[in-house]
């Protein structure tokens, strides 16, 4: 006995080589937005990192970039001009360097040198035996921060021994006044 639908059971090969296509291009499809989102984390997670590495470069140039001078003449301590920093590290960032060179505004005419000024910082890391560079720009006040004054004034008694506050002309010769 024969059933009346048995030579109609089944799918047929297009219906199923239709069926594959739909699947393939349902999973291609899938397969790219996974790929296309870990890229995204992948530049978010990048650009995080290296803005926490220009956040610790300012902070640590606000912090050293210009020394606490003793004015021998009324004995007070003022902010001095500011140093040429060359390959220092970055602060929570291993194998990442810095170096900073500030100008200072050249319509700025106070005693004691202007207040604004421009640093130039240069940042560079080594990856797969390359050496990669990158600059930026930032400005400056030529100021110490009340806390970091703190710091450097009760850290260290002696200034010529501490590398923040020494002076950058190495040290002096001793007047007459002085033993």
Do not use: C
Request: no cysteine; charged share 20%; glycine share 8%.
């Amino acid at each position: 006995m024969r059933r009346p639908h048995a030579e109609n059971a089944g799918f047929t090969i297009v219906e199923i080589v239709v069926a594959m296509g739909i699947l393939l291009l349902g999973m291609t499809s899938v397969l790219g937005l996974l790929s296309f989102g870990a890229a995204l984390s992948r530049t978010a997670q990048l650009r995080n990192a290296s803005a926490s590495a220009v956040e610790g470069i300012v902070a640590d140039l606000e912090e050293s970039l210009f020394p606490l001078v003793l004015d021998p003449a009324t004995g007070r301590t003022t902010v001095g001009l500011p140093r040429a920093i060359a390959d220092r590290p970055v602060p929570g960032h291993p194998g990442l360097v810095y170096s900073a060179v500030a100008t200072g505004d050249p319509t700025d005419n106070r005693p004691g040198g202007p207040v604004r000024w421009r640093v130039d910082v240069t940042l560079s890391w080594s990856t797969s035996g390359r050496r990669h560079t990158k600059t930026f720009t930032t400005l400056l006040l030529r100021e110490v921060p009340f806390g970091e004054r703190l710091r450097r004034e009760a850290r260290v008694s002696d200034p010529a021994a501490d590398p923040l506050t020494a002076d950058p002309t190495g040290p002096r010769e001793p007047t007459e006044d002085q033993p």
